[in-house]
């Protein structure tokens, strides 16, 4: 595959999320000019506020501090184990050549790489 290639798809690309822009935009002012909607969405504005507050109120006492940081640090665990586990499997990919792999209960899963462009 040429960069000739990878260079135009990505202007079809590009090109083609300029068109989804325009047309959310489209039915975003279809809906901005609809008087019952923009009443419905201020009431459910008002409601998410009064949410929000008690949420706020809520977080702030001491045993949800502490469950609100035994999850943090269970998420944070668990991203660094996945990374560490994706590094392992590629590994696994480039020593064995095979794209399946079992797990501890006899399953087998099939390897998916994702590769994308980052600036």
């Known amino acids: 595959m040429s960069q000739d290639l990878i260079s ?3 202007k079809v690309i590009r090109d083609l999320e300029d068109e989804k822009d325009k047309i959310a935009k489209a039915k975003q002012d279809f809906l901005d000019n609809d008087e019952h909607y923009i009443q419905l969405k201020d009431k459910n504005t008002l409601h998410r506020e009064a949410c ?8 702030e006492k001491a045993h949800v ?3 609100t940081m035994q ?3 269970k998420v944070k665990e668990i991203k660094e184990l996945k990374e560490v586990l994706s590094q392992e499997l590629a590994d696994y990919y480039r020593n064995e050549g095979t794209m399946q792999i ?3 209960e006899g399953n087998i899963k099939r390897l998916k790489f994702n590769v994308s462009l980052v600036n």
């Open 8 to 10: 135009r798809r990505l």
């Open 52 to 59: 929000k507050i008690l949420k706020e109120q809520i977080e």
């Open 65 to 67: 501090k502490e469950i």
């Open 71 to 73: 999850l943090k640090d």
């Open 102 to 104: 079992e797990d501890e």
